[in-house]
């Protein structure tokens, strides 16, 4: 099973990234499926979610309102679209599949390898 995620890179105040999570070896589609953010001396930390069916959709309030969480089942993959990026929102990106807790990091079962988002001012 493998996660690949891809999408980062350098961008200023601002700007919009959009990340993709696709998932290889197995299919996600009866579950949730989430992203993190790791920023240097930080711990991991949720960032969004989505449930099963696509309709649920949980946010960090930090990014609520900027950031959009998305699924496509039939290419088992799932998105981050960034929007209005800050400098605080540099970190590696990492995307997640298969929790009983959607905002734990520890309660998921597989993890993509991260991308590098950074937001220059």
């Known amino acids: 099973v493998q996660l690949q995620a891809s999408g980062g890179g350098l961008v200023q105040t601002g700007d919009s990234l959009r990340l993709s999570c696709a998932a290889s070896?197995?299919?996600?589609?009866?579950?949730?499926m989430g992203w993190f953010r790791q920023a240097p001396g930080k711990e991991r930390e949720f960032v969004a979610a989505?449930?099963?069916?696509?309709?649920?959709?949980y946010y960090a309030d930090s990014v609520r309102g900027r950031f959009t969480i998305s699924r496509d089942k039939a290419k088992n993959t799932v998105y981050l679209q960034m929007d209005s990026l800050k400098t605080e929102d540099t970190a590696v990106y990492y995307c997640?599949?298969?929790?009983?807790?959607?905002?734990?990091?520890?309660?998921?079962?597989?993890w993509g390898q991260g991308t590098q988002v950074t937001v220059s001012s």
């Open positions: 989505i449930d099963w069916s696509g309709i649920g959709t």
């Open positions: 997640a599949a298969d929790t009983y807790n959607i905002y734990s990091p520890k309660a998921y079962s597989y």
């Open positions: 070896g197995r299919t996600f589609s009866s579950q949730g």
